[in-house]
């Protein structure tokens, strides 16, 4: 099981950003999928979940309305848009699947929105 996220850089506040998770060793659409984010000093937190073929999904109460978690299937691959960025943002943005009670991270790609 892999998951290599990518998309991060830097970006002004209010600026758009979106991130890619590629999957590979496992049945993609098998299982749900989340990102997750760590802001130095602070503890890792839940950004958004999405089910396996896409019809839950939640979202932490810090971006609802501006992030947007979706999933394409077809090339093992998951999304992350996020829109109207804030300093608060900035972070090492992980992707993260559940296979067989085991849990697979990425390596992380640090977003950061500064002017």
């Known amino acids: 099981v892999q998951v290599v996220e990518s998309g991060g850089g830097l970006v002004q506040p209010g600026g758009s950003l979106r991130l890619s998770c590629a999957a590979s060793?496992?049945?993609?659409?098998?299982?749900?999928m989340s990102w997750h984010r760590q802001a130095p000093g602070k503890e890792r937190e839940l950004v958004a979940a999405?089910?396996?073929?896409?019809?839950?999904?939640n979202y932490a109460d810090s971006v609802k309305g501006r992030f947007t978690i979706s999933r394409d299937n077809a090339n093992n691959t998951l999304y992350l848009q996020m829109n109207s960025l804030k300093p608060e943002d900035t972070a090492v943005y992980y992707c993260?699947?559940?296979?067989?009670?085991?849990?697979?991270w990425g390596q992380g790609t640090q977003v950061t929105v500064s002017s």
């Open positions: 060793g496992f049945t993609f659409s098998s299982y749900g």
């Open positions: 993260k699947t559940q296979v067989r009670g085991l849990d697979y």
């Open positions: 999405i089910s396996n073929v896409g019809g839950l999904r």
